[in-house]
Structures are given as structure tokens and as C-alpha cells.
């Protein structure tokens, strides 16, 4: 427990961003009309493919036996793969409500 404590302690303005950058982000994304939400979530979306990259180079550097670091990166990499694909789903459900039907 004390160690927890220590790393809190140590990167404690770095949880401060973090907690400032969720509701400002909320704050963002509740004012985008929804006009706006479907195309503008779905390239966000596909932007997640730097989270992939930076995965893979996190579990590339780590240690095999630094398995908190692999098994966080592999999940990484599964939710990131999973985003992205969403990403490309919902544009091409979008685009395809622009299609003229025979």
C-alpha cells in the first residue's frame, strides 16, 4: 500500500491533468451538436491508431518479466484495434445514408 501511495504522491500533477483533461473533454463532446457527433466521433475514432503504435513499441521495450506492462499493452493494443474498427463502421454506415438508392 505505501508503494501506491508513493507513486500517487510522486505523479501527483500528472493525475491532476488527467482528472482536468476527462471533464473538459466531457464538457467538449456534450456542446458538439448532434448534427456533428457522428462524423466528428468517428474520425477521433481512427485517430486511435496511435494508441496501437504506442502500444505495440510499449510492449516491443518492456521486460518479459514486466508482465503488468505486456498485459496493459495488449489490452491497449485489443480496445485500440477494437475503436478503430468502430471507427470505420460508423463512417461508412454515415456515407452510406449519402448513397441514392436504385
Known amino acids: 500500500m505505501d ?3 508513493n507513486w500517487i504522491s510522486a505523479h501527483q500533477e500528472m493525475i491532476y491533468v488527467v482528472f482536468l483533461m476527462i471533464f473538459v473533454g466531457i464538457e467538449i463532446i456534450g456542446r458538439v451538436p448532434s448534427v456533428l457527433h457522428t462524423p466528428l466521433m468517428s474520425g477521433a475514432n481512427a485517430i ?4 496501437i503504435i504506442g502500444a505495440i513499441i510499449v ?5 518479459q518479466d514486466d508482465v503488468l506492462s505486456l498485459v496493459l499493452g495488449f489490452i491497449a493494443v485489443i480496445l485500440g484495434t477494437l475503436n ?8 461508412d454506415r454515415m456515407l452510406e445514408m449519402f448513397k441514392k438508392k436504385k
Request: no cysteine; charged share 0%; net charge neutral.
Open 3 to 5: 508503494q501506491i501511495l
Open 48 to 51: 486511435h491508431g496511435v494508441v
Open 59 to 63: 510492449m516491443g521495450q518492456a521486460s
Open 84 to 91: 478503430v474498427v468502430g471507427g470505420f463502421v460508423v463512417t
